[in-house]
């Protein structure tokens, strides 16, 4: 029996032949995205990298924040050559929509860049090929070309590089430099600066009351330069202007849609009864803005750990760690163990790690009260009755702040699901953690380049990336200005973490693939 076709039928299968008549005969570039070089305008621009480089770096970024798709920057440069168009000319309306119909590309961005006396000005307009109009000019203004990239591209598209939630936060630093927080201030530095996270800003008061602060930046060398001019001296108050300075702080992380985690670093605490209910009734207004961690000194008193213990039970979820103060001694009776001071008791351990402090020998007032880390061994000596015939430095022990920030700023850069790709550039191998679909887009044996983010070292690799997002990129959409030198890199890392577009550490990974290791799962499912 033969099937019968309806007029309705036929009418169907004429509109479906003229729909793809259409399709297959209508320019396809919808939702494709040109990137022009930019126009860079002024003096002393001999330290930007070229226009068509700027235009290559933007295109990746906007292309790894999942924008649209985007014209290859080599494709315009020949549109625009085509069309006797030089970048450093302003382009007339006119000649924008030829560019636009030459390269097939509905929408156009386009940049200015003006370096002006300590900053750098970047301005951008958006061309529609549609309606052929041009967008309002956005301006963005920041101490470096890269951060202001950012703060314009995220402005223009409401987009950038995704990236898990937790690392989306700002490390605000608000103590004093009083002399009881000297002994720690070494570590805390190396602390603070190794944190990954978004920006840091830092809000000290010394022993005049005066406030030294450094505004919320992504730049680790303005932070070390910042913590290394810190001098530690004398005692004082806490006076109503840090913690003012510490709002500041934390409205800047709040209004750029971060949070913000608060870390006190405190050596004292105010001696008048009407110091410390403002002081206290501060702080509650502070924990409004951010999650709130008190790091006592671990040469405070007794009296000081009491108040702070006291504040931080006092506000819901503040965590309270005592530093402490950790020394290796070899007892006369051949055995060795770590003594540990934290407030006003002694711990007794045989491993270089503790994690709880319980029991201890309690240290009287009178000892207490004269204790330093200078003689703290001949403390120990007199209150355990042991004969310490040996004793290495004393040392601040900060396990528990250590892994409380590692926590709040934990990377995602690897984990059992992500492949593991060994690369070699210039005789120096190391790995790049991949999703399976990024990794299975290569092949061993082949030169590749990968754009990716950076993340800081770890004990046991110095070049550590987040798997997601990432993109192989090709020859010509590459740019010399975010190609990572592997050399210089290993060398001087911090040269180049959260110094690219948008203060975050996208660059690009180059070398040949040696191996291609996919995570054990994916290893036991092949062989079988």
């Given at each position: 029996?033969?099937?019968?076709f309806?007029?309705l039928t036929?009418?169907?299968?004429?509109?479906?032949?003229?729909?793809?008549?259409f399709?297959?005969?209508?320019?396809?570039?919808a939702?494709?995205?040109l990137?022009l070089?930019?126009?860079?305008?002024g003096?002393?621009?001999?330290?930007?990298?070229?226009?068509s480089?700027?235009a290559?770096?933007v295109?990746?970024?906007?292309?790894?924040?999942?924008?649209?798709k985007?014209?290859?920057?080599?494709?315009?440069?020949?549109?625009?050559?085509n069309a006797?168009?030089?970048?450093?000319?302003?382009?007339?309306a006119s000649?924008l929509?030829?560019?636009?119909?030459n390269?097939?590309?509905?929408r156009?961005?386009?940049?200015?860049?003006?370096p002006k006396?300590e900053?750098?000005?970047?301005l951008?307009?958006?061309?529609f090929?549609e309606s052929d109009?041009?967008t309002?000019?956005?301006?963005?203004?920041?101490?470096?070309?890269?951060?202001?990239l950012?703060?314009?591209?995220?402005?223009?598209f409401?987009?950038?590089?995704?990236?898990?939630?937790?690392?989306?936060a700002d490390l605000?630093?608000?103590?004093?430099?009083?002399g009881?927080?000297?002994?720690d201030?070494?570590?805390l530095?190396?602390?603070?600066?190794s944190?990954?996270?978004q920006?840091?800003a830092f809000?000290y008061?010394?022993?005049?009351g005066?406030?030294q602060?450094?505004?919320n930046?992504?730049?680790?060398?303005?932070?070390?330069?910042?913590?290394?001019?810190?001098?530690?001296?004398g005692g004082?108050?806490?006076?109503?202007?840090?913690?003012?300075?510490?709002?500041k702080?934390s409205t800047?992380?709040r209004?750029?849609?971060?949070a913000?985690?608060?870390i006190f670093t405190?050596?004292d605490?105010?001696r008048?009864?009407?110091a410390?209910?403002?002081?206290?009734?501060?702080?509650?207004r502070?924990?409004?803005?951010g999650?709130?961690v008190?790091?006592?000194?671990?040469?405070?008193t007794r009296q000081?750990?009491l108040?702070?213990?006291?504040l931080?039970?006092?506000?819901?979820?503040?965590?309270?760690?005592?530093?402490?103060q950790?020394?290796r001694?070899?007892?006369?009776?051949?055995?060795?163990?770590?003594v540990f001071r934290r407030?006003?008791?002694l711990?007794e351990?045989r491993?270089?790690?503790?994690?709880r402090f319980?029991?201890?020998?309690?240290?009287?007032d009178k000892?207490?009260?004269?204790?330093?880390?200078?003689?703290?061994?001949?403390?120990?000596?007199?209150?355990?009755?042991n004969?310490?015939i040996s004793k290495?430095i004393?040392s601040?022990?900060?396990?528990?702040?250590?892994n409380?920030l590692?926590?709040?700023?934990k990377?995602?850069a690897?984990?059992?699901?992500?492949?593991?790709?060994?690369?070699e550039?210039?005789?120096?191998k190391?790995y790049?953690?991949?999703?399976?679909?990024?990794?299975r887009?290569?092949k061993?044996?082949?030169?590749?380049?990968i754009?990716?983010?950076?993340?800081?070292p770890t004990?046991k690799e110095i070049?550590?990336?987040?798997?997601?997002p990432?993109?192989?990129?090709?020859a010509?959409d590459?740019?010399?200005?975010v190609?990572?030198d592997?050399?210089?890199?290993?060398?001087t890392?911090?040269?180049?973490?959260?110094?690219?577009?948008?203060?975050?550490?996208f660059?690009?990974?180059?070398?040949?693939?040696?191996?291609i290791?996919p995570?054990?799962?994916?290893?036991?499912e092949?062989?079988?």
């Amino acid at each position: 029996m033969q099937p019968s076709f309806t007029l309705l039928t036929k009418s169907r299968l004429f509109f479906l032949y003229t729909l793809l008549f259409f399709v297959t005969t209508t320019p396809l570039f919808a939702d494709r995205w040109l990137v022009l070089p930019p126009r860079i305008e002024g003096q002393n621009t001999q330290s930007f990298p070229s226009a068509s480089d700027v235009a290559r770096a933007v295109a990746l970024y906007l292309k790894i924040s999942r924008v649209e798709k985007i014209v290859q920057v080599a494709e315009a440069e020949a549109c625009l050559k085509n069309a006797h168009i030089r970048m450093d000319q302003k382009i007339s309306a006119s000649a924008l929509k030829d560019i636009a119909k030459n390269c097939m590309a509905e929408r156009m961005l386009l940049m200015r860049i003006r370096p002006k006396k300590e900053s750098v000005e970047v301005l951008s307009k958006v061309y529609f090929a549609e309606s052929d109009q041009l967008t309002d000019t956005i301006v963005s203004n920041s101490r470096t070309l890269n951060t202001a990239l950012g703060k314009n591209l995220v402005e223009r598209f409401g987009k950038s590089p995704a990236a898990p939630k937790e690392s989306m936060a700002d490390l605000i630093v608000v103590g004093d430099t009083f002399g009881n927080s000297y002994f720690d201030w070494p570590q805390l530095k190396n602390l603070f600066l190794s944190v990954d996270s978004q920006k840091s800003a830092f809000c000290y008061t010394d022993s005049r009351g005066q406030i030294q602060t450094l505004q919320n930046t992504s730049d680790k060398d303005r932070q070390k330069q910042f913590l290394d001019k810190l001098t530690f001296l004398g005692g004082g108050e806490y006076p109503s202007a840090l913690i003012d300075c510490a709002l500041k702080k934390s409205t800047v992380s709040r209004e750029e849609g971060r949070a913000a985690e608060i870390i006190f670093t405190v050596s004292d605490f105010p001696r008048t009864p009407n110091a410390q209910l403002n002081l206290r009734s501060q702080v509650r207004r502070l924990a409004g803005h951010g999650n709130l961690v008190f790091a006592l000194a671990s040469n405070a008193t007794r009296q000081t750990q009491l108040f702070w213990q006291r504040l931080a039970r006092e506000i819901n979820g503040t965590t309270f760690i005592p530093l402490v103060q950790r020394v290796r001694v070899g007892l006369q009776n051949g055995t060795e163990w770590f003594v540990f001071r934290r407030g006003s008791r002694l711990y007794e351990s045989r491993t270089a790690e503790k994690d709880r402090f319980e029991g201890g020998i309690v240290i009287p007032d009178k000892e207490l009260s004269s204790l330093t880390n200078e003689n703290l061994v001949e403390v120990y000596e007199k209150l355990s009755k042991n004969k310490v015939i040996s004793k290495q430095i004393v040392s601040t022990y900060s396990e528990s702040l250590n892994n409380l920030l590692s926590h709040k700023f934990k990377s995602t850069a690897k984990g059992s699901n992500y492949w593991r790709v060994l690369l070699e550039k210039n005789t120096q191998k190391y790995y790049v953690s991949l999703t399976a679909n990024t990794a299975r887009q290569l092949k061993e044996n082949e030169f590749v380049r990968i754009y990716v983010e950076l993340l800081p070292p770890t004990e046991k690799e110095i070049i550590v990336n987040r798997a997601s997002p990432a993109l192989v990129v090709d020859a010509v959409d590459s740019a010399p200005s975010v190609e990572l030198d592997i050399t210089d890199y290993i060398r001087t890392p911090r040269k180049y973490l959260r110094k690219g577009i948008g203060a975050r550490s996208f660059y690009i990974l180059t070398g040949k693939v040696l191996q291609i290791i996919p995570p054990d799962a994916d290893v036991l499912e092949s062989e079988f």
